[in-house]
Every structure is written in structure tokens, then in C-alpha cells.
């Protein structure tokens, strides 16, 4: 224990197990499990956490390339997802590390394509949808937004350089019965 700090988290891994395996006891085995390990596992550390929830877990989720890096050299073999950005130059890691990109915009997925293609690889991708949190992903907010979003995603998917594995969101209001999403 650090003394010099006023606050600290002692993370019980066996309550960590037995909340992913309640977990998968609600959603039974036909539903997959994506758990959410980024910022180390939100200070708790991230290997140790992926490790312990590894068994009920189907995929696991980070911030970034750096972070996905280190979950699968500790040992993570099931999919990754990067839920956040990853310039295009680095998609020889994404290849590499067999982890899963999102695409958040029609131009950031042509560069990834085109990356993917300079690299002789397929990418795997997820697609994000802005659904009101206006940080990243492709807008639904009125349709003509998504009208346009639905023909940008149509245009990546033709492509032959990106593996489409999932689509998500974030429901940045969904406390807010006033907000559509």
C-alpha cells in the first residue's frame, strides 16, 4: 500500500469472477459478453481483470492500441475491440495483435482501408453510432443523418480491405425518457 496517498481501490478478483459469472448466468450463453477493460482496467489492472473474467467473457473492449497491446501480451487470446482512435500508420499492430478497429466516419474508414490494402491485410471492424453523445461515430440524429450514415456504411462494406464484425453505440442519455436515444 502507498502511504503518501490519501485514497486507494483494493480490488477483490473474486468478486470481479463472481459478478461476470452472475452475469452470465442472467444472459445465458446464447448472449455474448463484451467486458470493458480500458484505463488498466479502470485502475484495477487490466490483465489481472481480463484473466479473471476471461471465462464468461466473449470479447473484451479498450481505449487504444497500447492498451490492447498489453491485454493480449498478457494473455488475452479472445477478440479485442479498440473503442477508441488509431491513426492509420499503426494498423500493422492492429493486424498483428489480431485486434479489431472501430470505424467512426466514412473518411476515417477509407483510411483504414487503404492502410489495410498498403499492407496487404483485412482489418476487422466494428462500426460506432453517434446516438447523442456527439464524440464519435456516425450521426442518426435526424434522417437525413442517417440516411447518410446508412449509405457511407453501405460504401465501406463494399470495400475489400475491411471485416465487418458488429456494430454499437454508446447511450450517452439514456436516463433522459425526453431524449429519442
Known amino acids: 500500500m502507498n502511504h503518501t496517498r490519501r485514497t486507494w481501490a483494493t480490488v477483490d478478483l473474486t468478486a470481479a469472477e463472481e459478478n461476470i459469472n452472475k452475469i452470465r448466468s442472467i ?8 467486458s470493458v477493460v480500458k484505463a488498466d482496467g479502470y485502475g484495477h489492472g487490466a490483465v489481472e481483470i481480463s484473466k479473471t473474467i476471461d471465462k464468461n467473457t466473449d470479447y473484451f473492449a479498450v481505449s487504444n492500441i497500447d492498451e490492447a497491446i498489453q491485454i493480449r ?4 487470446k479472445k477478440p479485442i475491440l479498440i473503442l477508441g482512435y488509431t491513426p492509420p500508420r499503426s494498423m500493422d499492430l492492429i493486424a ?13 474508414g477509407k483510411m483504414l482501408a487503404q492502410a489495410a490494402e498498403d499492407l496487404g491485410k483485412k482489418i476487422k471492424v466494428h462500426i ?10 456516425f450521426s442518426v440524429q435526424n434522417e437525413e443523418e442517417k440516411a447518410l450514415s446508412t449509405e457511407k456504411i453501405k460504401e465501406l462494406y463494399k470495400g475489400k ?15 433522459e425518457p425526453e431524449k429519442p436515444f
Do not use: P, W
Open 128 to 137: 460506432k453510432i453517434d446516438t447523442g453523445m456527439n464524440r464519435l461515430g
Open 27 to 34: 444472459v445465458g450463453g446464447d448472449c455474448a459478453i463484451m
Open 96 to 108: 498483428k495483435y489480431d485486434v479489431t478497429q472501430t470505424v467512426f466516419s466514412y473518411d476515417y
Open 73 to 76: 501480451v498478457g494473455g488475452i
Open 161 to 175: 480491405n475491411l471485416e465487418f464484425e458488429g456494430i454499437f453505440t454508446h447511450f450517452a442519455v439514456a436516463d
